[in-house]
């Protein structure tokens, strides 16, 4: 990269995150409509496969876009949040937005952005922009289709401008209550807000019938996302009835699955990615393609070859991902009670490990006793750590919570996160039994944990 383009991309970015960050909300959606509605609404520009849900919305959004492209749609992906890079929010083909392509878009787009922010009281915060940022990319690509994570809720997420053709619903839990609600049906009525009706065609017909794709729920939310589907007259497909997991086993690297999907039987699936919650994953992408394309019951499956060849090239940075050896060191970006223990199932299952050390590091706002609690059979020792997040947790204190739940003489604290590794590390390997088997250890507690840990270790790209 050239010195005058690192340049402009440092410009950009700063100018970005001056903006209120993802955790200071105030909710609506009058400004980003805005903003869309002065750039030519280009959100209206490709038909969009948009997905919420509490766990697993990022994983699942990627193997969408992983099958609509086998299937040779170009497709434009928005995820967040990021690991390593505010580019990788923005994929076009496969691939983050171009470092002179997403300065670019950002000084097209900033002069508008300035005219919404002198008619409001609220500035635009910097998920907003981010969102036209994207819209307008996908837009003058331009893209068959987009594949869209909303950041929060549904009903008034940024994201949301946008209708979708196909709304996908991943397991919903307990997460940010204090905005989304007290309780699993409250934030179901939330996220259920993306699910809309059909838009009218151009010549006033009634448009493409909508899909809700939804994963299996708890007890409430099922209810509240069919009422809003009945309620706009959306098709639904349920998992573990239209569509599911038939069948898995582990495999080296992942797992093999036969998944059940709207048109039929999809088998020796192998896909690259651990635990139950990954499978899920995968036949609620695969029902949301086949909706997309218009496989069904009527038209049978749309081509295995291509579904297998797909799930086969699936990558998740920062989801239980190896990114070191002798001894293994995971990271997860697992940050709620529901997720962790996902993690904690996947990691049974699919690792063998006679001693493992955890690496924790979490940001205000989330139920860290839950998660704690869920790590607390797993790992034999926790070091206790701090990110870069303006939220995080200070190490000294977050290790005070981890004493309560795993005891003094188990819990460790380094408050800089690559000590925290190197030492996790060490305890691993003086503890280990060779004879018995290998040590590992588990960084995880947040998004921005992992993502530092993995560009501490592997020096990877997402």
Known sequence: MSTSLSRDLDRVEQALLARWPENRLEPSLTRISALVDLLGSPQRAFPVVQVTGTNGKTTTARMIDELLRGFGLRVGRFT????????????????????ERFVEVYDDIAPYVQLVDAGSDVPMSFFEVMVAMAYAAFA?????????????????????????????????????????????ASIATEKAGIIKPAPPTEEGLPGIDVVAVLAHQPPGALEALVRRAIEVDATVAREGTEFGVLERRVAVGGQQVRLQGLGGEYDEVY????????????????AAV???????????????????????????????????SSPTVLVDAAHNPAGMAATVAAVRESFDFTRLVGVVGCVH??????????????????????????????ADELGALAVDVFGADRVSVHPRLPDAI??????????ADDALGGSGVLVTGSVVTAGEARSLLSGGRS
């Open 290 to 324: 086949e909706a997309f394309l218009g496989a069904g019951s009527a038209t049978g499956v749309v081509a295995q070859d291509v579904v297998r060849e797909s799930f086969a090239a699936v990558r998740s940075p920062g989801r239980l991902e190896r990114v070191r």
């Open 271 to 286: 896909l690259p990615l651990f635990g139950a919650h990954q499978a899920q994953n995968a036949a609620v992408a695969l």
């Open 422 to 431: 190197e030492s996790a590390i060490e305890l691993a390997e003086a503890g």
């Open 365 to 394: 706002g989330k139920d860290v006793g839950g998660m704690l609690a869920e790590l607390e059979g797993l790992c034999a020792e926790l070091v206790v750590t701090q990110n870069s997040s303006p939220r995080a947790i200070p």
């Open 80 to 99: 967040s949040p990021h690991l390593e890079e505010l580019r990788e929010r923005i994929v076009l083909d496969g691939e983050p937005l171009p470092a």
């Open 140 to 184: 003058e690509a331009p893209v068959d289709v987009a594949v869209i994570e909303v950041g929060m809720g549904g009903t008034w997420d940024a994201t949301t401008v946008a209708d979708a053709r196909v709304a996908v619903v991943t397991p919903v839990s307990m997460d940010h209550a204090e905005y989304l609600g007290p309780d699993v």
